[in-house]
């Protein structure tokens, strides 16, 4: 993990990775959850069956924020 005390310290850090954390599975549970915590209800995100005919991927899609 790259620390820094005051703006100026970045420079020493310039071209080294800043840490990386585990993969986080993103089910549709989690996309659920997030639609009722946003009040974002799209089709696309929520109605698997739909998406199954409809959607390119064949599957929901989350959100960017997500």
């Not at 946003?38 to 995100?45: K, V």
Request: charged residues 30%.
């Amino acid at each position: 993990m790259l620390e820094a005390d005051k703006p100026s310290d970045m420079k020493a850090n310039i071209g080294k990775k800043a840490g990386t954390s585990g993969s986080l599975l993103v089910d549709q549970s989690m996309v659920g959850k997030f639609a009722r915590a946003t009040g974002d209800h799209q089709w696309s995100h929520m109605d698997v069956a739909r998406a199954r005919t409809e959607k390119p991927g064949r599957k929901t899609i989350t959100r960017g924020y997500l």
